[in-house]
């Protein structure tokens, strides 16, 4: 599973990478966790403010900090449950 956070390196999004590590750890989840700080390719997911989350391609927040839980929850919708 691919996950994504977008974001040019600002503190919040230094805190949903955190944030969605956790969940990844929390639920099992066989997820490929990578930051995506290039402008023109946090444009293409149609992103207007950052930090977002992106799981398996579908933009899952967008300009604010989920919690680790629905994180889980979004992951866990994704591709099943591992714990």
Not at 41 to 62: H, R
Not at 70 to 77: G, N, P, S
């Amino acid at each position: 599973m691919k996950v994504k956070v977008l974001g040019t390196g600002c503190a919040k999004c230094s805190k949903l990478y955190a944030l969605t590590e956790q969940a990844i750890t929390d639920t099992g989840a066989p997820a490929e966790l990578s930051k995506v700080e290039k402008i023109d390719e946090i444009a293409s997911y149609g992103v207007a403010f950052t930090p977002a989350l992106v799981i398996e391609g579908e933009v899952k927040s967008s300009g604010k900090l989920p919690t680790v839980e629905k994180i889980a929850e979004w992951l866990r919708a994704a591709g099943g449950p591992w714990t």
